[in-house]
Every structure is written in structure tokens, then in C-alpha cells.
């Protein structure tokens, strides 16, 4: 089993949709969970760190379960810009270096 | 600032040939690290720094060299690159590995290298 697995996709939605993805970790004692978002052929950028109880941030929300072993995220009122792959990162354990990636979900928004 | 840049953008090498690779960073990060991401894989980590004049291995750092002379930057050789070695490599960096709720073990990366060996 992968230690961090996601959908590969891709996700086609419309514009204005709400979408969701969820990654998955083998790791019960992950620490640190993130979101990037990586365009076509550029570098991965920070989303959002996933904090336990939960966050928000505009349209965008992350979610932590823990007794579950996977986060999520959701896009709402999604926008053309929001056409992009989505990596999730798990670090195995807290003030540690190591970021584990998963393989990413692709989004494609639709006019 | 600039925040964390790397040089060349693309390169095409010959099987044996050898190369460096230039990641550079402006935000006084201690830590800094190499990654290769590959079609259908998460990126993996080749090589490490945790500060100036140290480096480690990460999860795939056979066929490579890295070398942290100065804080601000962070070298990946290539010895005798091989076919298996075409990818595109990131660099990043993080102020710290802390875990810390303000988060100042974020990675930050540069815009890539592709590299093409034939």
C-alpha cells in the first residue's frame, strides 16, 4: 500500500460546481497534512496546511480524519483558474524534514 | 524577493555526460532539498541539506552529488547521467522542519529543471 494515495482523476466539473477529493495515508501517526496545487509543468505551490479541527480558506476547505486515516478538500463555486493537479503531503512525524507526496488529482474546470 | 530559483530550465545530456544543477534561495532558509517527479509518481526526495555545509540522502540519491556551500545555495551533480535520470527536478525550501502551528516548516519550490537524457 502506497503511504499516501489519491485519485488520480481527472475530476471534470462545471464552473460553479463544488468539488471534492479526499487523499488517504497509511501513517496513523502522520503529524502535518498539506494541500499544493501544481499547474500544467510548474512547480507545486502551497494551498493550505490541514489542520485537525478543520479550515477554511475563501472557497476552499480542508478536512483532517484522523480515525480514518484521510483529509479532504473542497472547492466551491469552482472558477476556470481552479483547473490544476492537486498534491496532497503527509509528513510522517512532527519537526521532521520529510514530505511524503501523493501522485496528485487533476481538476478540470468547464465553461 | 525572488524566493527560490534554479538554473538551467532545460537541458538535453548524453548518457555519461555530467551536469550541476543551481537551486538558489533569498528567504534565509535553513533547510533546502532536491526532488525528482516522475509521470504517475509523487515527488521523491534525492538529497537533503539542514543547513549550511551539511547535506543527506533522501529516497532516491544513487547517481547523484549535492553539495551546500553557502546557506543560500544548494547544488545536485550528476555524474554520469543515465536515461533513468530524465525528470524534471525541483528544488525547495523551508525555514525550518519545526512542525510549529505557524507552519515555518512549509516547503517552498523553485520552478523546475527539465532534463532530458538520451
Known amino acids: 500500500r502506497k503511504e499516501v494515495e489519491q485519485d488520480p482523476g481527472p475530476f471534470n466539473v462545471p464552473e460553479g460546481a463544488t468539488v471534492a477529493f479526499n487523499c488517504t495515508y497509511s501513517?496513523?501517526?502522520?503529524?502535518?497534512f498539506f494541500w499544493y496545487r501544481q499547474d500544467c509543468r510548474k512547480e507545486p505551490k502551497l494551498l493550505m496546511s490541514?489542520?485537525?479541527s478543520g479550515n477554511e480558506d475563501g472557497r476552499f476547505t480542508a478536512q483532517l480524519n484522523r480515525a480514518s486515516q484521510y483529509i479532504s478538500l473542497l472547492i466551491r463555486d469552482s472558477k476556470l483558474s481552479d483547473s490544476a493537479t492537486y498534491l496532497c503531503?503527509?509528513?510522517?512525524?512532527?519537526?521532521?524534514?520529510?514530505?511524503?507526496f501523493g501522485t496528485g488529482t487533476r481538476l478540470k474546470v468547464l465553461a | 524577493n525572488a524566493g527560490v530559483t534554479q538554473t538551467p530550465k532545460f537541458r538535453v545530456l548524453k548518457t555519461g555526460q555530467s551536469m550541476t544543477l543551481l537551486c538558489a534561495q533569498d528567504?534565509?532558509?535553513?533547510?533546502m532539498y532536491w526532488y525528482r517527479q516522475d509521470p504517475g509518481m509523487g515527488l521523491r526526495l534525492i538529497h537533503y541539506?539542514?543547513?549550511?555545509?551539511?547535506?543527506a540522502k533522501g529516497e532516491v540519491p544513487d547517481g547523484y552529488n549535492v553539495s551546500r556551500l553557502k546557506k543560500q545555495n544548494f547544488l545536485l551533480g550528476l555524474e554520469s547521467a543515465a536515461p533513468s535520470q530524465t525528470s524534471v527536478y525541483f528544488c525547495?525550501?523551508?525555514?525550518?522542519?519545526?512542525?510549529?502551528?505557524?507552519?515555518?516548516?512549509?516547503?517552498?519550490f523553485g520552478p523546475g529543471t527539465r532534463l532530458t537524457v538520451l
Open positions: 525547495a525550501s523551508s525555514l525550518d522542519s519545526s512542525g510549529r502551528p505557524d507552519r515555518s516548516d512549509t516547503q517552498y
Open positions: 541539506s539542514v543547513g549550511e555545509g551539511t547535506t
Open positions: 490541514v489542520y485537525s
Open positions: 503531503v503527509v509528513t510522517p512525524t512532527s519537526g521532521t524534514y520529510k514530505y511524503i
Open positions: 501513517n496513523s501517526a502522520s503529524q502535518s
Open positions: 528567504m534565509n532558509h535553513e533547510y
